[in-house]
């Protein structure tokens, strides 16, 4: 072969196997074969050589020629499967993978973002509340001593302090233990009649295992009026409870102690599993803990600058990770904030 073919033909096979689309395939058809290609040139040039020559190099020419286009033609079929073997990865649906069990590669949306379990839930109790006339009401996370304590009834030496530990950041601040913190803080910026919630992140100074951990979500409700009872706080508690379950629940009250509330009371709602009659969800005991609830200690009104002998107030605090845990049945909270997509997907 000629060097002028020789080095033609290395060219032109380095430039076509690095092609990857079929535009930059029809350029070097173009570049080579096209009225003015460069092989087309070739060819033409012939003419000026003696008859021996031209025969000899117009073989060679020839057959070059015919494995160029080859190469193009078996090039531009991978260039067209790739894209098809792209499209059919994107839009590949398998009907009988189990739904959350999906390898990343199947997800069909991973860089969208996606909402998290809790804020689905938080969003929901925050629709079911706004129909009832409550505005929601934010606090921050590194909180005084005064709102996560001193205002709710827990004295400097309180054992009740000991229930919540925490982190402290030296200068009297903390990081708020409970969105009771948000309490006091509402009772100074609203005026009563009043029904507030505020949902948020809370820590604790836990040992960590599948039921605790250091960082989780409650949402705090709270209702002041010229006279509030037990009775104000069951109906709003059914409303809520039936809004998440979509079911009308039967709960029950059983004293429980918190210092920012007297009467405090556990609320316990029957088992939705076993519907009452005792199952292992509900330990044989045919009611489930939902959350602590009471009426308002008259400290914690003096503290919101308000009259106990005008207002009375109940107040609950919604446990989010754990009623997410009870939707979806979810065994273990350290799921939430291990940043696992192929469980965050799920939902
Ligand atoms: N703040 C409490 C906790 O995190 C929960 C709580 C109990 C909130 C009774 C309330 C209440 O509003 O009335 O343990």
């Not at 096209?34 to 020559?53: I, R, S």
């Not at 286009?69 to 994107?90: D, P, Q, T």
């Amino acid at each position: 072969m000629s060097i002028d073919l020789k080095s033609l033909r290395d060219e032109a096979i380095r430039a076509m196997t690095v092609t990857n689309t079929e535009e930059e395939l029809e350029n070097l058809r173009v570049e080579y074969f096209g009225k003015k290609g460069k092989l087309t040139n070739q060819l033409k040039a012939l003419k000026d050589l003696t008859p021996d020559e031209r025969a000899r190099t117009g073989k060679e020419a020839n057959e070059l020629k015919a494995e160029l286009e080859n190469l193009l033609e078996s090039r531009r079929r991978k260039v067209k499967e790739a894209y098809f073997n792209e499209i059919a990865r994107k839009e590949h649906y398998d009907p009988t993978v189990i739904p959350g069990k999906f390898p990343q590669s199947y997800l069909p949306h991973t860089d969208a973002g996606h909402i998290h379990p809790i804020s689905i839930m938080q969003q929901k109790l925050e629709n079911i509340f706004t129909s009832m006339g409550f505005s929601i009401m934010d606090g921050p996370q590194v909180e005084t001593d005064f709102f996560n304590f001193g205002a709710l009834n827990f004295t400097d030496d309180h054992p009740a302090r000991e229930m919540q530990d925490t982190f402290y950041t030296g200068d009297s601040h903390l990081l708020r233990t409970h969105t009771s913190a948000v309490q006091v803080r509402s009772m100074q910026k609203l005026r009563p009649p009043m029904r507030v919630v505020a949902p948020g992140r809370v820590f604790r100074y836990e040992e960590i295992d599948a039921s605790h951990e250091h960082t989780f979500y409650q949402m705090e409700g709270m209702i002041i009026d010229r006279e509030i009872s037990t009775a104000n706080l069951i109906h709003t508690m059914k409303t809520l409870l039936a809004g998440i379950f979509e079911k009308e629940v039967e709960v029950r009250l059983r004293p429980g102690y918190f210092p920012f509330v007297e009467p405090g009371f556990e609320l316990d709602m029957q088992c939705s599993i076993c519907g009452g009659k005792g199952c292992p969800v509900c330990k044989n005991s045919g009611w489930v803990e939902v959350l602590p609830c009471g009426l308002v200690h008259p400290n914690v009104l003096k503290a919101g600058g308000l009259d106990p002998t005008q207002w009375q107030g109940a107040a609950f605090g919604l446990g989010l990770n754990r009623l997410v845990m009870m939707h979806y049945a979810i065994e273990d909270i350290r799921h939430f904030q291990n940043l696992n997509t192929d469980f965050l997907f799920q939902f």
